[in-house]
């Protein structure tokens, strides 16, 4: 992609991202709502494990400090992907009405259109503070443990890309997305705490099936330097294999597109 | 009475014409249930004992949480935001029956047809994962506890449609800002993730006194045979007084409601 492309993917983000903005504005008693239900949220969690603090001192070897920093870092990324791909609980509607055919006429990638359209600004107050909580409970790091975080960060973000493209390409296919959506962040709960406390069977499971716990368990060990290289070397290859499986399940999604009701 | 029968009966007709949304949305309830009961399991399997609970009397717990949740909180009734936001209210206000025991009707059309759902994903819940499932035999503490559940429903119902009435105010989002607003509360005070007695003695006590309390924690509570008779007695006595509150308020909150209502988008 050359980078006249890029500027113009660049511009089409910038453009949507203001007018979300702008949407948010208008309706600011909503907005005050709706950033004070994403605080309270993450906030009440909070309180709850504070509440452990006296009654649980291990778990699956990790002490409550060590808890509260994965589920931290499960809020950094959980927050980043509903940031940036927020457009996705927008797309049900453009399927089942047909509007989606404006969409793939557009000369874009209908990829990029989807996902991005509503960048949740919302969010936003919410990860800083996150990010500020975090670096204050965050124990002494390394700069080998910080690059590996940030590498496994990206992993990271690569694979949240890809389940919200696999919902997308659901959608496409069955124009349910509303549901598929929210039965990944019901599992994506699972990772608030790092996924080795749970059975052999679940943790295989959150791993490798719906991989949440490659999401986010998988960075907070690298910030805390338990993460082996082969788990590391494991992770991105899976990474890759699954994105490049969930690409060619988008492309054959498309070709099943009925453009109902158009 | 006979016309709110037929409602049930259409609402019931209606939501099986989307069979699949309906097994979806029993999906997530499952993983959510499952979500909460592995995280137990986990916390259990190095520790015997958490606050006043062993292993077998919190995931018992769960277990009951998961039925009430699906009792109380199973609802159509939260459309009352947006038929009041987008005008579709319309359409009750010209017909002769009751707003609310229309939606009463259709709340508890939805709520039978999660609880035959319920009982099919328990049975295989348990026989997957050997849930510990602990059934009463005592049938005097059986009606106690049926009688907290649906005076519990009622109680969410009018607390939602409280809610739901902010749209007459402002309607922008359909309503769904301080519904979203209430959910963010309802997860973590109803008990739904774990007892509320588990917290220090301070916050339990403020617990004792809110209303979302009474949703799931003291319906579980009752099940389980963790509260004595008095403290059964005074937890209906509260419960009635926030019924009566609840009920007055939406009422004042559905005529001043009216009066300003602007049936925008007709």
Request: with cysteine; hydrophobic share 60%; aromatic share 20%.
């Amino acid at each position: 992609m050359d980078v006249k492309r890029l500027k113009i993917y660049w511009y089409y983000w910038v453009r949507m991202s203001a007018m979300t903005f702008q949407s948010l504005i208008a309706t600011r008693l909503a907005s005050v709502l709706f950033l004070s239900g994403k605080i309270i949220r993450i906030s009440l969690f909070f309180i709850f494990l504070l509440a452990l603090k006296d009654k649980i001192q291990l778990l699956a070897g990790y002490n409550l400090d060590q808890l509260i920093v994965f589920f931290l870092i499960y809020n950094v990324f959980d927050l980043l992907g509903q940031i940036f791909f927020r457009g996705i609980y927008w797309y049900r509607n453009e399927i089942i009405t047909g509007n989606f055919d404006f969409t793939l006429l557009k000369p874009l990638n209908p990829l990029f259109q989807i996902l991005v359209s509503h960048t949740d600004w919302l969010d936003i107050p919410a990860l800083i503070l996150t990010v500020i909580f975090l670096i204050i409970k965050l124990p002494a790091v390394s700069g080998v443990e910080l690059l590996a975080f940030i590498i496994m960060g990206i992993i990271a973000m690569i694979l949240i890309t890809a389940v919200h493209i696999f919902v997308a390409a659901i959608g496409v296919l069955t124009t349910e997305v509303d549901h598929a959506i929210w039965i990944y962040r019901d599992l994506s709960q699972m990772a608030r705490f790092p996924v080795d406390i749970y059975i052999e069977s679940v943790r295989f499971f959150l791993n490798f099936i719906v991989p949440v716990g490659l999401i986010f368990t998988v960075p907070a060990k690298a910030l805390f330097g338990v993460l082996s290289w082969q788990w590391a070397m494991g992770t991105i290859a899976f990474t890759l294999g699954f994105y490049l499986i969930i690409i060619k399940f988008w492309h054959y999604a498309l070709k099943k597109y009925s453009s109902a009701s158009s | 009475m006979r016309k709110y029968w037929q409602i049930f009966k259409i609402n019931w007709d209606s939501v099986l014409v989307y069979r699949f949304n309906v097994l979806l949305w029993r999906v997530r309830m499952m993983l959510s249930f499952l979500t909460i009961y592995f995280f137990w399991g986990a916390v259990f399997s190095e520790y015997s004992q958490i606050a006043d609970y062993s292993s077998a009397s919190l995931l018992a717990y769960l277990v009951v949480a998961f039925f009430l949740q699906t009792l109380v909180f199973a609802n159509d009734s939260f459309r009352i935001t947006a038929e009041i936001a987008t005008g579709d209210l319309n359409n009750y206000l010209l017909k002769p029956m009751g707003y609310l025991s229309q939606w009463l009707a259709r709340d508890w059309s939805l709520k039978v047809l999660n609880l035959m759902c319920f009982m099919v994903e328990i049975t295989a819940l348990t026989l997957i994962f050997k849930l510990p499932v602990f059934f009463l035999t005592d049938w005097c503490r059986w009606l106690v506890f049926l009688a907290a559940s649906v005076l519990a429903a009622l109680l969410y119902f009018f607390f939602s449609f409280l809610v739901s009435s902010f749209s007459f105010w402002y309607p922008e989002h359909n309503g769904w800002p301080l519904r979203f607003l209430m959910l963010m509360f309802l997860d973590f005070l109803s008990g739904t993730a774990f007892p509320l007695d588990i917290f220090p003695q301070s916050l339990a006590a403020l617990f004792k006194i809110l209303p979302t309390t009474y949703f799931i924690f003291f319906p579980a509570q009752i099940y389980l045979g963790r509260l004595n008779p008095g403290e059964i007695v005074q937890g209906f006595l509260i419960m009635a007084v926030w019924l009566t509150v609840f009920i007055f308020l939406a009422k004042k909150a559905w005529q001043k409601g009216l009066q300003i209502y602007g049936a925008y988008g007709r």
